[in-house]
């Protein structure tokens, strides 16, 4: 693997998937415009974490793509 792919890789597993189970724990929930913490029910808590989180998730799958297309081109 390369170093890039190696560096996505380990920024999802050490920060983005803690920080999406940080945002699942049951019944917490950190208002997006404060920082508070309401005890709100799991939709509440699901909403939340995919508005935090899609964005984050869509940049990283878009630069894996990215980068896996480069390398192809790459080695022709």
Do not use: Q
């Not at 890789?9 to 019944?27: A, C, D, M, V």
């Amino acid at each position: 693997m390369d170093r890039i792919s190696e560096s996505l890789n380990r920024f999802k597993s050490t920060k983005l998937y803690p920080f999406i189970t940080s945002l699942e724990s049951p019944g917490v929930l950190v208002e997006p415009n404060t920082s508070s913490t309401a005890t709100k029910g799991a939709c509440s808590t699901t909403r939340y974490r995919s508005r935090a989180t899609a964005h984050l998730e869509s940049m990283i799958n878009c630069a894996e793509s990215k980068y896996k297309e480069w390398n192809e081109r790459r080695r022709k």
